[in-house]
């Protein structure tokens, strides 16, 4: 039997967000009772210790989660089971009241239903064409005897002509780290010692580990989650010993390559029109048990100790940009480190995020909106005991959602979105207003119920919630800060904490590059390895050297590159 571990008092409640994720392990009763019977025998097997520590693991994962007041059984069932907040899921006979109502004002009691069919059809799943591999190598392969113009050997009259060329895609697969040792030959004379040595080819020149080194270990490590010590494992079986210790001095060491890029992409940013930001626990072991002076003036007279990671997503038109900050501040604070290199004659930006007081920047103004999926969740976890009314609500916000969902699909400019909500989405949401109100004066729903409370929640924000009823491109929900920040989630989850604060900032450093390059499909390892052997220029001219445009500056250096060494090769010896 497991013993539950004595409940101490907490003194304050921890937020979902602070609960460390993990995997839940999925364990029989009958593997869990022939593991005890081998611990009961000391007969222990290798997988057995493995076993034993997810066990372990998802046991603390799930006291820490039930200690949590404000963790209600639906969403602590769809964080253990992985079930999705989307409205088939939530309200699974949907599809058959949608067939039997058209009317939009309908209200609990009238079994609401949408009138309006999603438009989206099914995705395919057939074989990815060969100019989708972009990052493969390419071969030409000519005939052996003919080209284009040729007398045809067949027939001897015509002549052949090239047509469209028969595509073959081979994959095959390499260590992520390759290696190649250079054996240079050397020669000594018998007589006079005179030692000779072969010339190496120039790929032997240079450091031992270059830069496509370096970038594809802060690739797999920032980009996709994969611990040091993972890595060092798997580098040792395909026979390239690569020790945890040597790669995070590989990384470490280019980032004063990477930083004028860096910094220059948060001036960039700055600019811009629009930011979503969020953020989520971090360790940083250095930091652990110590305090920190309060960074806000409210706070004054207490330490901060917790430490958090910061997903800052900035927007304009046609760009996405996401910078991390791993430290003591909030994501209001980290924000405000942002914004402090706007330039003071642009206009106020608009600011997504949820309603969290944390999140919001206090010493400068923003456009502020809140996040539509925080407030139909608050729903979404009463839906058992209050199935009608949760209907209702989330079948007006798909509405709503597929209005926006049109907008994007007819590439509609921010003033005609604007229009088009207001069209569409104004009418239903002014109804929902009027039956959330109603709820509450005429005591429909009791105030502390689950229901009561999704519903206070919603009025008291509901003019940061509509925003985008009143301002041009103002976003619906804050769904792309919580995508990103889930990449600083997959690192804790898989590397559990910083060793250091300075590991943290190669981490941010490292995550910001290379999913602000996610973000505008751009490939992070080609622009790494180009900040990397082009540092110089970066560091002479940092904005040009930015996902977006970086490609226009590599060629203007690689083409002034060519043209010195054909001047050299070319300019006539000069006699002394």
């Not at 907490?10 to 005890?36: A, C, F, W, Y």
């Not at 992520?176 to 006079?192: E, G, N, S």
């Not at 929900?477 to 559990?496: P, T």
Request: proline letters at 6%; charged letters at 30%.
């Amino acid at each position: 039997a497991w013993i539950m571990p004595k409940q101490h008092k907490q003194k304050k409640r921890k937020r979902k967000s602070d609960v460390p994720e993990v995997d839940v392990v999925d364990i029989t009763v009958e593997d869990l009772d022939h593991l005890i019977q081998r611990l009961e025998q000391k007969a222990l097997q290798d997988e057995d210790y493995d076993l034993l520590l997810n066990v372990l693991r998802s046991y603390d994962y799930v006291m820490t989660l039930l200690k949590d007041d404000h963790l209600k059984l639906n969403r602590l069932k769809r964080v253990l089971f992985g079930r999705t907040e989307s409205f088939s899921n939530v309200v699974p006979d949907a599809a058959n009241d949608e067939a039997k109502s058209e009317d939009d004002s309908a209200q609990p009691s009238d079994a609401p239903a949408e009138s309006e069919n999603s438009e989206n059809g099914t995705k395919g799943h057939g074989r990815r064409s060969a100019d989708e591999y972009t990052g493969a190598d390419e071969e030409i392969i000519e005939h052996e005897t003919l080209r284009p113009g040729d007398s045809c050997p067949e027939c001897a009259e015509g002549t052949v002509y090239e047509i469209q060329p028969n595509t073959v895609l081979r994959v095959s697969g390499r260590p992520p780290v390759h290696a190649t040792i250079y054996r240079i030959q050397r020669l000594r004379c018998k007589v006079c010692g005179k030692l000779f040595k072969a010339t190496p080819p120039a790929d032997a020149e240079g450091p031992k580990y270059d830069e496509t080194a370096a970038a594809i270990i802060a690739l797999l490590k920032y980009g996709s989650g994969l611990p040091f010590n993972r890595l060092q494992r798997l580098e040792a079986n395909l026979g390239i010993p690569l020790p945890v210790s040597t790669q995070w001095d590989v990384v470490h060491a280019r980032i004063p390559e990477l930083r004028p890029a860096y910094q220059a992409l948060i001036e960039e940013v700055s600019k811009w029109d629009l930011f979503h930001n969020d953020d989520t626990t971090v360790k940083v072991l250095e930091k652990a048990g110590l305090k920190a002076p309060p960074v806000d003036t409210e706070e004054k007279g207490k330490q901060r100790t917790g430490t958090y990671t910061t997903a800052v997503v900035a927007r304009t038109e046609g760009r996405d940009a996401a910078l991390f900050f791993s430290g003591h501040q909030h994501a209001g604070e980290n924000l405000l480190d942002v914004l402090r290199h706007r330039p003071i004659e642009l206009a106020t930006p608009m600011q997504m995020c949820d309603a969290l007081s944390r999140n919001i920047p206090k010493e400068l103004k923003t456009v502020l909106a809140h996040c539509n999926s925080h407030a139909r969740r608050n729903f979404i976890d009463v839906v058992n005991s209050f199935p009608n009314e949760v209907k209702y609500v989330l079948s007006v916000l798909k509405k709503v959602y597929q209005v926006d969902s049109e907008a994007k699909r007819r590439k509609l400019s921010p003033e005609k979105r604007l229009k088009l909500h207001r069209t569409k989405s104004g009418r239903v949401m002014d109804q929902l207003h009027s039956w959330l109100t109603r709820q509450m004066d005429e005591r429909l729903v009791e105030p502390n119920s689950g229901l009561g409370e999704a519903i206070t929640y919603m009025l008291k924000h509901w003019e940061k919630l509509t925003l985008f009823l009143r301002v041009p491109g103002a976003p619906l929900d804050n769904n792309i800060a919580e995508r990103v920040l889930k990449r600083a989630i997959l690192h804790r989850k898989n590397s559990y904490f910083y060793k250091t604060a300075n590991g943290a900032y190669a981490g941010d450093l490292y995550m910001t590059l290379i999913h602000t390059c996610e973000l505008n499909q751009v490939n992070p390892f080609t622009y790494l390895v180009a900040l990397m052997r082009h540092s110089e220029d970066v560091e002479a001219h940092p904005a040009k050297w930015l996902p977006w445009n970086y490609h226009k500056r590599l060629s203007e250096v690689e083409e002034a590159s060519c043209d010195e060494a054909t001047a050299a090769v070319s300019e006539p010896a000069v006699c002394g």
